[in-house]
């Protein structure tokens, strides 16, 4: 029996308990309190979580179980393994009943166990989906008995979901709280080897160490200015193209553009976003670059073959739909009332779109911006194929540069130890980061309070 099998025995449940809680309430004649269909949603809900929250704890605990009585079947002297060992062990078991490779020519005590695995996967299967049957069939016979014309079930059904939705929004935060928490613990690790002054205002970055102390090596250097200013030298070539281009693009596609004409051009803007990165990278690295290195020669500037001007340039292209997608939604939104109001006081078509529509749809426009910015900020492809690995401080766009992003990777490329500097390195660029990012949506937030303009 297939490990999904419990969870599509819970939906059939789910549709029936639907279905019988939502013709409950025709005995009742015309007096009961909610509608059909919440009683229908109360027999649902009470059916789908008792039973999807022992299927969830059966999960949890399985691999563990499973584990134990497996390795319960092997010899004595393989049991007096060290953990490591018998967990390769363990592993080969697992590989031999998925049918991948295993280390060696298996000998009949693991066959055996990887028998006994497959016996227990068997049997595991088999027994969550009765007891998901069981669980479901309980819960709903429960919540149908208790359907009766004076139960508020409109009342209980949205109290339910309004809990469901401050629980989406407590992972979402507590998500962000552990990703801020544990880059911040590996910074922390960090700043205990290299000073924060040194990291905040050195002027160069060559992260190599020596990964023992007989070898010779560089003692590093990690400033990381030259990260930033190069991260911020891409980014802000990229929305020179794409705040423009995109914001041009969503007024007239919103306000000039007959039906026709925005059918096709919207999509086709949206189909940018699409891309895989790499082609863009590509696309930067043999067509833009080279262009750029012409044009330069023509007019006697060196321009270098991985230049940040290439890469900005593409990756201004690239974040195009963000810009004009958003903005072209938010300027829609704005209430056809106003634009009558103005045009009926004398106003032209572009003082409108001037004076009131984009004062209006200023926070979604702002917010399309930043969300442009974060894009081209955490970009790596392009700058690697387009910009290179040179961690120069500079803000000539005709030079090679690097981002934090790509030192990121960088870093964490290969066989690493978790205690050096250099890896380490890589969590605090990225601590850094987060509260660069963070001061961005504040200042951006301030702007919009500022500026904005609020109708009733």
Partial sequence: MPPYTALIILLALTVLGYWLGRRRPAAFGRKYHSLPGYYGSYVAIWCVFPALALYCLWQLVEPGFIRSQVLATLPAELLELPEAELGLIYNDIRNLVEGNIVSGAPGEEIIAAASRYTALQRMSNLGIALAVLVAGLASSGWALRRVKPTLRARNKVERTLRMLLMAASTVAIF????????????????????SPLEFLFGLSWSPQTAIRPDQVGSSGAFGAVPLFTGTLLISGLALLVAVPVGLLSAIYLSEYANA???AIAKPMLEVLAGIPTVVYGYFAALTVGPLLRQFGEAFGLGVSSESALGAGLVMGIMIIPFVSSLSDDVINAVPQDLRDGSLALGATQSETIRQVLIPAALPGIVGGILLAASRAIGETMIVVMAAGLAANLTANPLEAVTTVTVQMVTLLIGDQEFDSAKTLAAFALGLLLFVTTLALNVVALRVVRRYREQYE
């Fill in 175 to 194: 998500t962000t709280i552990g990703i801020f928490l544990s880059v911040l613990f590996e910074a922390i690790q960090f700043f205990q080897l290299v």
């Fill in 260 to 262: 026709r004409i925005r």
